[in-house]
């Protein structure tokens, strides 16, 4: 009995405790929206039932579907090229394919958007030179086409990711054994790489779909009716947060149905790119034209996704940046680097915690903790925001005696509305993103060292701090920047979660999108896009320190 009392105790440490705690934290907002659609529903969501419901549906649906099918297509081919081929520059277009994700899509969409309008560079120099005033159709990019266009070009790099590192690791012997066995390079492609690397494929597609339905800054931008859109308009514009929460909840059915069509998908394979007996990929030479052709699809394709936009950036904010750069500016940076530095290093903490917890323990517990944090990242940022509100208003309204009793004259909503409760749905939004690499690490150190410690009679929090802490530097960086970066290009949950009078760079570039004052938007836009550069550039390259 004794024996029996001790593993329970040993069970419920204070790993155990402070990991139930974050699953509770993490589940409230989700928690919150299911529990708000018990309530009564009002006319205004009968009035977008029954007129708007369909098109906000549509549209999200074909966003999501024509997205997935061209970054599939545009992802799987230069993964091809890249880790099975042989062409001029291929080593550098290996890394700098990645660098699109460094763009976030509302600002690709605001620079393109520049691009193509009638006092663009493109129609300017086609009225000088050529005399010719092309259909303003022909350059109409503020449409469903042109955000799958611009979605396709930023966000490929999800697929290109997994399914590179899948041909170059996993399945180098099999890819290599059809070679000698006489088959050609297409018939290797079609016949052996395609089938082993769907899991991969349907893996980044998963990811891109998430990134899609969660975003709002380029169909807000381009004026399509989603339901990000729909959201943002039923409570800011309509001022009825209970028909929000029911679109939210519609939204979050439809990343669930997602999730389960990825789980039939794969057919029951998982993807890991850490095998302990992976190698790398022996590339093909492509001679003559054919190198040059490859050289030319990834040259094309990183123009258009980094180069071009960047391009334009820089040209804007050579002009601009006299009226952009100042007080107010220092104060807009200064701003978002706390937001960012607080969540990021508050989603390491939350995720070493049960990072460690699930690696030390077998259970119901250990996986609920695993599984809850890919769950904010399933759930698109809107959602999240709707079900953060919610939850603290509640939480304001249950601690207003407290308050009262500290200040008479104490407001009811405290938290609502502060830089709390923003961290907090930025915690619960990017804690995937902090846990995976973390998790990794962890699996990479395997349990060698700590048991050795805890053999020599160190607890496991003092073997924490001394011995796994330390061999896991390069992933708990890895995890801080990744969340660093993210947050610095969050724009739904700053837009909607915002503290009255405080902005970050990603909501001013947003802003001044909206006032049509693109040239101003550089500044801050190109900020964003040089720290997400390096950060991309550091992580592509850090896969031999970790």
Known sequence: MKRWAGSK??????????????????????????????????ENWAHIRQYLFRDYLLNTLQLVGFTGLGTALLGTGLAWLVSACD??????????????????PYIAACTYSGLLGYTGPLRSLLRQQLA????????DIMNLPGAVFIFTLVLYPYVYAVTRAFWEKQSASLLESARLLGRGQLAVFRGVALPLSRPAVVGGVSLVAMEVLGDYGVVH???????????FKTWFGMGDVDAAVRLAAVLMLVVLLLLLLESLLRGGKKYSPAGARSRPLSPWPLQGGRGWLAFGCCAAVFSLGFLIPVGQLVYWAWHSWPRVLGADFA???????????????LVLVVALIMANYSRLHRGVL???????????????????????LAWFIALDTFLHPLYRSIDPQAERLWLTGSLVMLIYALVVRFLAMGFNPLQAGFAKLGNRFSEASRTLGAGVTATFWRVDLPLLRPAVAAS?????VEVIKELPLTLMLRPFNFNTLAGKVFQYAGDEMLPEAAVPALVIVALSTLAVWW????????
Do not use: H, N
């Open 87 to 104: 062409f001029p520059l291929r080593v550098f277009f290996r890394r700098a394919l990645f660098l699109p994700l460094a763009l976030p």
């Open 539 to 546: 992580l592509e390259s850090g896969d031999r320190r970790w």
């Open 366 to 388: 250990a996986s609920a903790c695993a599984r809850a944090t890919v769950l904010g990242y399933s759930i698109p940022g809107p959602v999240i925001a709707i079900g953060v």
């Open 132 to 139: 010719w005033e092309p259909p303003a159709a022909y350059f």
């Open 9 to 42: 105790l040993k069970m419920w440490d204070g790993w155990a405790v402070l990991s139930l705690l974050f699953l509770v934290l993490l589940l409230l907002p989700a928690g919150r929206i299911f529990g708000q659609l018990l309530k009564p529903a009002g």
């Open 480 to 484: 801080f920047l990744l969340v660093f």
């Open 221 to 231: 931008y381009f004026g399509l009716p989603t339901f990000s859109t729909a959201i």
């Open 331 to 345: 104060r807009l940076l200064a701003g978002t680097l706390l937001v960012a530095w607080s969540s990021a290093l």
